[in-house]
């Protein structure tokens, strides 16, 4: 009966077996079916399709350290700031929570209301025009036939 230790090992060869099999760098195939679909696969294509091996780089050049930490130091004074911010809001929070509730503004009793006047309008024009004599007390007098 076998060890459960070397089962493990056997499991451990056959990846190692696989994974050597298979080169790590590996290229891409760009296959165009005759119906103009197009796929991607790491393995060839059919023979009944156009293959085209694609150049894709593996190794990459190395960052920027200096445009690394600028971007590293605008992060973290991005960061300040909102904390500064949250900060500023909860003081503020805390600062309205600790004043005392607003008064509520007085309405005017109901029940005691204006005087009720029963009775004529105070302030309303007469239909009739005020009482003048219909004929003056004076002469009429033309101004131009006074000297004559």
Known sequence: MPSPLSHNV????????V??????SAGIFRCTAADGS???QEMACADTEHTRMLDIPTQFP???????ERLFA??????RRLEAQRERD?????ARAMQ?????????DESVGYPLWIGPPLFQKSPRPPN??????RPKVNPLSRGM
Not at 10 to 17: D, K, L, N, T
Not at 19 to 24: D, G, L, N, Q, Y
Not at 100 to 108: D, K, N, R, T, Y
């Open 62 to 68: 190395q960052a920027d350290p200096a445009a690394r």
């Open 10 to 17: 056997f499991r451990a060869v056959m990846v190692a077996a």
């Open 19 to 24: 994974c050597a099999v298979f080169p790590a």
């Open 74 to 79: 605008r992060e973290a004074e991005l960061d």
């Open 90 to 94: 909860s003081r503020e929070s805390v």
């Open 38 to 40: 197009v796929s991607y």
């Open 132 to 137: 003048r004599p219909k004929n003056p007390s």
């Open 100 to 108: 005392p509730p607003e008064q509520p503004i007085p309405v005017a």
